[in-house]
């Protein structure tokens, strides 16, 4: 598969990164996974200017404008002749003898082009179970930075038990999952946790809560407890590659019918539908 490391397109396996590079000693960087259907990347724009503002929020320069980066995605897609695929997108602070301050040098770029790893359509039609566990990150999630290992613990702790996905508890409010963003219904209600710093303003979610406003679903974006997920009619999670996904089961807990109710189902209908 193809990759590109700061100028140059070349293979996924290339040994390009140097020892002294700050993403790889501090995870110093900020990145995005971008999703292409038949060929066109979906919502391409708003990971960039998300990207741009997690630099932004890092102190950090972008390396190339979202135009060139629109253009140099383009072209790695062509390149790897890939229609269904998945752009994964990565800037840190350079190349320098390790030391904590900022050095004097230019940012890295690296990306990936790889077919797309998309869920099945039995798993959509069935649901998944997730875990609950403590959300032990910082107070700055709006960032897509590198540094995730909270994120990496709770994901395998939630597989550990047999689940698709960590759903993160915060002070017995319900944050995010460890790579996705996370809702509940009730009475025909979409809730889900407030855009603010404890949480990653999900590209999918931006979306999911337009599509469910123009279709006249009620969305209250408030935080709400883990009682009231697992008091839920329906649950949820969002993200790039996981679409809009049925949660069906809180550790032992059914939710609803234990099935995907009607509101997901209407949801993920019409978010397929934007991708066209
Ligand atoms: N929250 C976290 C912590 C994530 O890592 C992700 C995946 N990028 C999301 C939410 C979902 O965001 P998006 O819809 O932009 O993929």
């Known amino acids: 598969t193809l990759a590109f490391f700061n100028g140059e397109f070349l293979p996924t396996d290339s040994l390009v990164i140097p020892i002294d590079e700050r993403g790889h000693q501090f995870g110093d960087g900020v990145y995005e996974v971008i999703k292409i259907y038949d060929g066109t990347p979906f919502l391409m724009r708003e990971h960039l200017v998300r990207l741009e503002n997690s630099a932004k929020a890092i102190r950090l320069e972008m390396p190339y404008s979202i135009e060139r980066f629109e253009e140099l995605i383009q072209e790695g897609l062509t390149r790897a002749q890939l229609r269904d695929a998945q752009v994964y997108v990565q800037i840190t602070r350079g190349i320098a003898t390790r030391l904590h301050s900022f050095p004097d040098v230019p940012p890295s770029t690296s990306m990936t082009f790889r077919p797309s790893k998309s869920l099945t359509e039995e798993t959509f039609n069935t649901g998944i179970k997730v875990a609950l566990l403590e959300d032990e990150r910082w107070y700055n999630c709006y960032i897509?930075?590198?540094?995730?290992l909270p994120n990496i613990l709770a994901k395998q702790a939630a597989a550990d038990r047999g689940c698709f996905e960590a759903v993160l508890v915060r002070d017995g409010y319900i944050t995010e999952g460890s790579s996705t963003n996370t809702y509940a219904v009730k009475d025909g209600v979409v809730y889900t946790h407030p855009a603010n710093k404890r949480i990653l303003n999900g590209i999918t979610r931006a979306a999911v809560l337009q599509v469910a406003q123009e279709s006249g679903i009620e969305v209250r974006e408030e935080a709400f407890t883990s009682e009231?997920?697992?008091?839920?009619?329906?649950?949820f999670l969002t993200s790039t590659t996981a679409e809009v996904l049925a949660i069906t089961h809180v550790d032992d807990t059914v939710i609803g019918t234990g099935t995907p109710g009607p509101v997901v189902r209407q949801l993920h209908a019409k978010f397929r539908k934007l991708i066209g």
């Open 144 to 148: 897509k930075s590198l540094n995730l």
């Open 228 to 235: 009231f997920l697992l008091a839920a009619d329906e649950a």
